[in-house]
């Protein structure tokens, strides 16, 4: 499993984000710096988290804050409906 979260800004409209604003945001919520973008987009100002399978589907997709805690729930939970329906084909709520 994959999960991104692209910074687009952190200060806000005019002001992209860089590498340096993308680790202070992985810091700042205790993530992986190697999966936090930073991306030159400065009219969004809004984190944007993708999650995607193994195989290239989007099993979440999010634009706002996720706290830290949040987010390790999200994977857990998504890793393990996405590993049961890759196994024996069950689908689970947000699948359908």
Known sequence: M????VMT???????P???ETARKWAERFQLRAERVLA???????????????PTGQTLYRHTGLLTAEE?????SDRTRD???????GTKSDWMK
């Open 2 to 5: 994959i999960f991104l979260t």
């Open 82 to 88: 996405w590993a049961r329906w890759w196994d024996s």
């Open 71 to 75: 987010i390790k729930q999200i994977l």
């Open 39 to 53: 991306a030159d987009l400065t009219s969004m100002t809004i984190p944007a988290h993708i999650l995607f399978s």
């Open 9 to 15: 800004s952190l200060e806000g409209y005019g002001s």
């Open 17 to 19: 984000a860089t590498q």
